[in-house]
């Protein structure tokens, strides 16, 4: 009867109030989004939208049809998702996410070569971030997790502890001496998250414990904070596997019982009995001796 695709240009005209901002939303010119409104509109024979001085809105009609143009909308967007993880299973790719020197500290200790060598259909890549992506939109697969996880809609397991310390360089230290106890942390400038990751568990122990301490650096991730500690610009709250790794670092205070959590391996429970999946479960938790100094120092 009409182009499905036609139905996204009203969506975005209702949602954005004029043709031109729909246009921009949708990566084409003003006059493509008139075209096609004016051609789902002849197709249906009746009026859909209509032109204001201040911009467009939908007619009545429109209004009314809106919901179930989206409806249309999710359920396609809903199809070309599972399109693309069937195809991706087809071809037994796994996206792992997690912290980057996770990464880095995994594909070193030969970890991953041991599953593709068991399960040489199999691919592991990484997709890499600080930050929780969002396993139920399908950002990634699988993850190595640690910190809140309990409420979440994810299943997995418990396969290590995160213990986090408090850390200063050599240099900082023989410069300004380091901290004796929590209640020291507000006399020298922490290095910290900034608000992007205002979640973490560091940003909010640090407020309570250290209100009115000044920060030296702020960062969006590990790697950050380990290079602004190294730099000797403050004191660095960091996961003791890393920190106890760097040399230059000295671990001053901790590990800190408030900011331990478990790491946990999480999927989606949609993915969980899937064949690619159970397959990398079972060898992660196979794993557990080697993943415990890479996790947890």
Not at 83 to 89: E, N, T, V
Request: some cysteine; aromatic content about 8%.
């Amino acid at each position: 009867m009409f182009d499905w695709n036609d139905l996204k240009f009203l969506i975005a005209v209702a949602k954005e109030g004029s043709t031109l901002a729909a246009g921009r939303s949708l990566g084409v010119n003003q006059s493509t989004v008139q075209r096609r409104l004016a051609d789902l509109e002849t197709q249906l024979g009746r009026k859909l939208v209509e032109r204001l001085p201040t911009g467009y809105r939908l007619t009545d009609l429109g209004a009314a049809i809106l919901p179930h143009a989206q409806a249309v909308a999710a359920s396609a967007e809903a199809f070309e998702q599972a399109f693309r993880d069937l195809g991706r299973a087809h071809v037994g790719i796994i996206r792992l996410t997690c912290p980057e020197p996770i990464a880095f500290r995994l594909t070193q200790s030969g970890i991953l070569d041991r599953f593709h060598a068991a399960h040489p259909d199999l691919k592991v890549e990484f997709v890499l971030s600080d930050q929780y992506v969002d396993l139920a939109k399908g950002e990634a697969d699988v993850a190595l997790r640690s910190g809140d996880t309990e409420a979440s809609v994810l299943v997995g397991r418990k396969i290590a502890d995160s213990l986090w310390a408090i850390y200063a360089s050599r240099q900082y230290i023989e410069r300004h001496g380091a901290p004796a106890a929590v209640a020291d942390l507000a006399l020298h400038p922490l290095i910290g998250f900034e608000e992007s990751m205002s979640k973490h568990r560091t940003v909010s122990w640090f407020r309570e414990v250290a209100p009115d301490a000044t920060y030296a650096a702020r960062n969006t991730s590990v790697l950050g904070l380990i290079y602004a500690a190294k730099a000797g610009v403050g004191v660095a709250p960091l996961p003791m596997s890393l920190g106890d790794a760097e040399p230059d670092l000295v671990r001053v205070l901790g590990p800190v019982p408030e900011l331990t959590r478990a790491w946990r391996i999480l999927t989606h429970p949609d993915q969980r009995n899937t064949a690619r999946i159970s397959a990398f479960f079972a060898f992660i938790l196979s794993e557990s001796d080697a993943l415990r100094p890479i996790l947890t120092g």
